[in-house]
Structures are given as structure tokens and as C-alpha cells.
């Protein structure tokens, strides 16, 4: 078990992204993963409330209500550890004061639950001053409605910004950053955002982390992927330099008796900061390979051979 930055949140270092509730798994398959996952040691669950207004027919929301669902029939709520993210949902944009309290109640509704573990700001919001959006924050850690605040998708400028903001207005700590991070996209992370990291102790949560599926190795050519829900996210991921690094890890994984995607995810934790990758499953069979990511100690040689291969993605 690992600690959520300077929280005190233990949780098993792999985090189960939330985003396929509702979307490529119903609620009967969602439940299913949800139940595999736990039974193999895993506790953090990573969702949104707008999870998954993207997909057609949605309107967001669908995930948290699963979860919601799910703990309430497991009676598990106080044995999983729960981080959902306000400023997407089509009903509550951006991170003004009002809007925050408002999404929290709703997600609160949604999760079937009194409090939130991790709340992120989910996306920059430049329309409303910082100070207000973690004054906000801070009002529902004091109600006891959310445990801990935390970042994602913000640029080292504006990290840097709200740490040196809650330092000075006395707000709470944010404990983790959830940056986009794989072997077929490190300029978000690695660098400045990295170092904010390390010197801050925040938890280090990256989301794509199997690059929606491209770096399980199941995906050869574009042609794989046509008609696929996942069409739009994963093709970006598509380049000669990248399926290079797909290759690599299919002979690691060889070697070793293990899954590519366990590889993949084996890597980012032997990165400088790395808390807990989100991975998700649409399906049960793919879990074992997420589990098994955590006690895949690779060499120093394979680190660098697939960090090399890494280097030479654009």
C-alpha cells in the first residue's frame, strides 16, 4: 500500500479509472470489474462527474451513479477510497464558488454517500480567480463533505500558483496531481510538473496511462481500431516511433511471462513520482493484467530500453 501524498489515504498502487461505467460497460459489467478489482487487493476508484457525457446518449453522471450503486449493495463505502472531479458536467462548467458547492452535492447524490475522498479541480478555469475556486474547495473540506482537494490538468505555472496560494490564505493542501502520462505521452509530466511533485509530496495519479488502450498491444494498425468505441481517443497514440515502444514492451513481456499492459504500467511506476497509474477495464478479463502491474519489478535495462524507445515519440 502506498499513501495518497501527505494524506493519510493508504491505497494498492494502481488505480481503477472509473470513465468505463456506464459507457463501455453497463452497470451489471461495472459491477462485475468493481468486484474483481477489490477482491484483488485494489481500493482507489478514479471517476468524474463527467463521466461519460461524452459518449452518446449520456448526459454525465452515469459512472458516479454506478460506483453509487455498487457501494451501496456491497456495503462497502468506508473499504474504498473514492475520486471524482468537478468542472465538466454539461450542468456544472468551470470553478466558480457556486458551482462547486453545487456539483459536490450533486456528485455526493450521485455516489450515494456523505463525503468525497479526493475532489479535483478537473480542468483549469480561467474565467474565475484561483483564490475563489480554493476558498471554495476549503469551505467543503470544513464541512466535511470532501477529504482532500487535489489537481489535474493544470500547467506547472498554475500548480505552482494555487500551492503558493493555499500557503498563503492558510487553504488545505492539495495532496495529488493527475496529469496525462505514458510512454507515448511524457511532455505533460516529466520536467517541471514532475519536480512540483517530488518537492510538494503530492500523489502522482496519470490518467491514459495504457493510452486508451493503444499500449496493451492490441491495436497493431489504424485498421484495428476503426468502429471501435475508442476510435477517437486512441488514435492519436498511432506512429511508427509508437508502435516501436508497443513492440518493445510485447518482448518484455515475453520474457518476463507477462501481460504488455502489465509492462506499460510497470514502467510509470518506476518513474520519479508515480503514486498509482489509472487504469480501466470494460471488461473482467482484462483486470488481471492491471493488478499484476504493481509487483512487476522491471530492470534498470528495461526501464531504459523502453524509456529509449519512448524517446523518440514526437
Known sequence: MVAIGHSDL???????????FGWTSDEAESFEILDAFTAGGGNFVDTADSYSAFADGNSGGESETIIGNWTRARRNRDEVVIATKVSRHPEFRGL???????????????????????????????????????????????????RYVAISNYSPARVREWLELAKEHGFARTVALQPHYNLVARHDYEGVLQTLAVENELAVFPYFALAAGFLTGKYRTREDLAGKQRERLT????????LDVVQGLREIAESRSAEISTVALAWLLAR??????????????QLPALLDAPALALTSQEVEKLTVLSDAVA
Open 10 to 20: 493508504d491505497i494498492f498502487p494502481l488505480t481503477l479509472g472509473g470513465n468505463t
Open 96 to 146: 466558480a464558488p457556486d458551482n462547486i458547492r453545487a456539483a459536490a452535492d450533486a456528485s455526493l447524490a450521485r455516489l450515494q454517500t456523505d463525503h468525497i475522498d479526493v475532489y479535483y479541480a478537473h480542468y483549469d478555469d480561467d474565467e474565475t480567480p484561483l483564490v475563489e475556486s480554493l476558498a471554495a474547495f476549503d469551505e467543503l473540506i470544513e464541512a466535511g463533505k470532501i
Open 235 to 242: 488514435s492519436g497514440y498511432f506512429s511508427d516511433a509508437g
Open 272 to 285: 520519479p513520482g508515480i503514486t498509482a497509474p489509472i487504469a480501466s477495464a470494460s471488461r473482467i478479463s
